[in-house]
């Protein structure tokens, strides 16, 4: 048995088995492109396997070298990849710019920044391992633009023929003449291994004098060279590659063509969802974040558990059975967390604190441990294990403390003290939570009738709307 053979019966062991034998064909069979920035929910699509479980199984197999990781930072407007980082301490909280849109944009790990994953060159050598080789077209397809931007076959015939007028592969220190007869439209000359970009707006009367453009690409990374006017007709375009890699500038018409081509999208892994993956926490925990990194992240749901009563139970039952018990409590918690899309940033004594990607998945999370607690009391023939839960949802910061990857802000303090509002194995939410509405689709589904009612929480200036759910 070779030892590519050897990992992957390693990972067989590791992950879902179908997920792993579906890896390993990827890897044996699979074209070159199809092995670089993995989208891993596309990927799970395809395959029709549980996303969840292709996400812990190609995690599993970047920690054993499979694959590589890296966390790319994307263009909301046009999906392209304006930073790739092999780690997310490398992730700035500073403006990244895009060349092509003329756009700043602060890196919000919402939906801007992509996790993907390529075959190690150890395992397999493919064309993107050496991206100055790759064709233009695959280098915009496999190394600018994200995993999320829904390009094929068709899409790429459409870019050649209806949007791109000219595109030159330039090599390092070479000059280079491009003649164009530019239409009367918005041009963009582009080039994806700097990010320049040069805009033209051409407008007026035509002309048949050669109007004259020189553009330059440094070795250092260059602003956008800003928009020029020039009149339709014929034009000499000078370039000159002053860099030590080729680069591939190319004229872009930027009319509906261009942005209805880059606008179609499909869901990608972001670093909202992984951060909120278990397998994530349990086996990247030295990939988190730097100790003074804050990443922010608009939209987080928190729950909270605590267990009622736990001083008075250890009293009633004694140290062994109480915890027993407490740990077939938590065991349950943290089953149900993980196969809810959640994760479980800390434990607190008897609390659990865990984050979800979206309000119905914590939603869910709730009502299946109240039941799980109902089920584990029923075993036993009694009514020790009473868990209050606290659900919110909203903004806050990825942060480290304590050498660990935690959350900070009001929210988080909100949905801890929602928690402490019960009384009994009730379910308390707030307003942008009860306002998801697939969370309202799901109590109706159960039949059940929230009760809302204000509520003053420690250290919250305001009272606030609450929803216990009965």
């Known amino acids: 048995m070779s030892d590519i053979q050897a990992q992957f019966s390693v990972l067989k ?31 799970s699509a395809r395959t029709g396997l ?4 292709v996400i812990s199984g190609f995690l599993h197999a970047s920690r054993m070298g499979l694959f590589d990781l890296t966390w790319n930072v994307l263009c909301p ?33 919402d939906e801007q920044v992509e996790v993907a994953f390529t075959v190690s060159p150890r395992i397999r050598r493919i064309a993107a391992h050496d991206p100055n080789t790759l064709p233009v077209w695959e280098y915009f397809k496999q190394v600018f633009w994200s995993s999320g931007v829904d390009l094929n076959k068709e ?30 439209e918005f041009i963009i000359v582009f080039e994806p291994v700097t990010h320049a970009a040069q805009f033209i707006d051409v407008q007026g009367e035509p002309t048949r004098e050669r109007q004259q453009l020189s553009l330059i690409y440094k070795k250092t990374q260059t602003p956008s060279g800003g928009t020029i006017t020039l009149r339709p007709g014929p034009l000499r375009l000078s370039l000159d590659n002053q860099t030590s890699v080729r680069v591939l500038p190319s004229v872009f018409v930027a009319a ?36 003074d990194q804050r990443l922010k992240i608009t939209s987080l749901t928190f729950l909270f558990t605590d267990l009622k009563g736990s001083t008075a139970l250890y009293e009633r039952v004694g140290d062994l059975a109480a915890f027993d018990l407490v740990r077939a409590h938590f065991h349950a918690l943290l ?5 809810e899309k959640g994760a479980v940033v800390k434990t607190i004594g008897d609390a659990v604190m865990a984050t979800f990607i ?7 999370a709730g009502l299946r441990i109240r039941s799980a607690m109902d089920a584990l009391n029923a075993a036993r023939g009694t009514n ?44 308390h939410i707030t307003g942008p939570v009860i306002d998801a509405p697939a969370v309202t689709a799901i109590l109706n589904k159960e039949a059940i009738v929230p009760i809302q009612k204000q509520a003053a929480l420690r250290g919250i200036a305001d009272k606030i709307v609450v929803y216990e759910i009965p």
């Open 256 to 291: 509906d063509a261009l942005h209805h081509l880059i606008g179609k999208r499909k869901p990608f892994l972001t670093a909202k969802r992984m951060l909120t993956n278990q397998t994530f926490r349990d086996v990247f925990k030295a990939d988190n974040l730097n100790i």
């Open 358 to 364: 979206r309000p119905e998945h914590a939603i869910v």
């Open 155 to 184: 899409s790429f015939a459409s870019l050649t023929d209806e949007v791109t007028l000219e595109t030159l592969e330039l090599p390092a220190g070479e000059k280079a003449l491009l003649s164009l007869q530019l239409p009367k």
């Open 77 to 109: 407007g046009c999906g392209g990849v304006l930073d790739a980082h092999s780690t997310l301490k490398s992730l700035r909280h500073d403006d990244y710019h895009c060349g092509l849109c003329a756009c700043g944009y602060e890196a919000s790990v």
């Open 384 to 427: 020790d294990l009473v868990v209050k839960i606290g659900i919110h949802e909203g903004p806050c910061l990825a942060v480290m403390l304590n050498e660990r990857q935690d959350y900070f802000g009001q929210t988080v303090n909100i949905a801890a003290r929602v928690q402490g509002l019960s009384t009994s194995q009730a379910i």
């Open 335 to 339: 089953e149900i967390i993980s196969s």
């Open 13 to 43: 062991q590791t992950a879902d088995p179908a997920v792993a034998d579906a890896i390993q064909q990827l890897v044996e069979k699979g074209e070159d492109h199809e092995l670089n920035r993995i989208n891993v929910l596309d990927f």
């Open 50 to 53: 549980d996303e969840e479980r």
